[in-house]
């Protein structure tokens, strides 16, 4: 057939293009099965296709390259915005603290007001766990006279401890715990020590033996340096105590124990020649309460008999628990043992046992039972 006997094609975009085929002279490359007769306003058309196909690659790559490039953009804006809302963020932070920085005296009050409550109620907490630990130690003056505890049990006996002390069983309370009043430490120093002790009335009230941490001032024995008459007979237990006395039955009214104690009345020769059954409230504490055995008081010697019978024979389980307690304010202080015709025995402040002259003034650090 002749070329000039076929009949145009009619060729749609795409479609009539072969296969792999992007240019006019790949397809003049291409065997002759392969490729169709075309006339030459075919071939024409064929250029035409093909041009139309290289410039919608290139329209499409160009898209493509576009597309990201707008993808990038938009993540751009996107992380933009984000830093922007971080930054608002940070500003309102910023005009927050300034606002506490502001805060009003009062606001600043109820705020300390509210830290103190908090530490109330961490310290509540703490006792709290405290009573729970110790609450498997049995009932009784042994069992509590063996435990060393020191923890506040308040600003003023209750009822319930007091009731708990004349019952025996001192449940809540142990060696070294303490109460607070006026100011004051009061500490337990020991647990019906003198149970079951002396001539008429015996003490059979259960009672807590307290030593406070701190003297009550200082006070001298006698006005002269002298040991005649032994403690019954000095200042100090006619007069000196008085002060003592009177703040300690304040802070426990009506349940400061009197009880009957054996204590020294004469002196000779700066050896203790008497002693007798004494009636006692807040009384100075003894060489033996303190250190547990005697250190300095005078002795008996082959042809002088020492009167040293006392009832204060072994050292307070406070001091037993704590030795540093003796000196808990490191104030020295006196003690009611004859050393000789002019010394009493006392503790120093530095830790030492030692003596003094009667008529220096130290410390008054008495004991004394509440029931």
């Not at 449940?171 to 500490?187: A, C, L, P, Q």
């Not at 006070?219 to 008459?229: H, K, L």
């Amino acid at each position: 057939m002749a070329i000039g006997d076929k009949k145009p094609v009619v060729m749609e975009f795409d479609k009539a293009v072969p296969e792999g085929v992007a240019t006019l002279d790949e397809f003049g490359k291409l065997e002759t099965d392969q490729r169709p007769d075309y006339t030459i306003s075919q071939v024409t058309d064929l250029q035409a296709e093909l041009d139309k196909k290289a410039v919608k690659s290139e329209v499409n790559e160009h898209f493509t390259t576009l597309d990201g490039t707008t993808q990038t953009a938009t993540d751009n804006i996107e992380s933009l915005q984000s830093d922007m809302e971080q930054a608002q963020t940070d500003i309102s932070d910023l005009e927050t603290d300034v606002s506490r920085l502001k805060t009003s005296k009062a606001d600043q009050t109820a705020l300390t007001s509210g830290l103190a409550t908090k530490a109330d109620q961490t310290a509540l907490t703490t006792v709290e766990n405290n009573v729970k630990s110790f609450a498997y130690i049995p009932d009784g003056a042994g069992p509590h006279n063996a435990v060393y505890r020191g923890i506040s049990l308040g600003k003023t006996v209750t009822a319930d401890q007091y009731a708990a002390i004349s019952a025996g069983t001192f449940k809540g309370m142990f060696i070294g715990d303490y109460w607070t009043i006026n100011s004051r430490v009061y500490r337990i120093a020991a647990f019906d020590y003198y149970y079951n002790v002396g001539d008429n009335p015996v003490t059979t009230q259960h009672h807590v033996v307290i030593v406070p941490d701190a003297s009550f001032g200082n006070v001298a024995m006698n006005s002269t340096n002298t040991t005649n008459g032994g403690y019954v007979g000095s200042e100090m237990f006619k007069t000196g105590l008085e002060t003592a006395k009177t703040e300690i039955k304040a802070a426990f009214p009506n349940h400061v124990l009197s009880h009957r104690k054996f204590l020294v009345n004469a002196v000779t020769n700066g050896t203790v020649s008497g002693a007798a059954w004494t009636t006692v409230d807040v009384d100075l504490m003894t060489e033996q309460n303190v250190y547990g055995s005697s250190i300095l008081e005078s002795r008996s010697t082959p042809t002088v008999f020492q009167w040293t019978h006392t009832v204060d024979k072994s050292q307070f389980p406070l001091f037993a628990h704590r030795p540093d307690m003796i000196i808990a304010s490191r104030v020295t202080y006196w003690l009611q043992n004859v050393c000789s015709s002019v010394l009493f025995a006392l503790v120093h402040g530095s830790g030492f046992a030692t003596c003094s002259g009667a008529s220096l003034a130290f410390g008054v650090r008495p004991a004394f039972c509440i029931s």
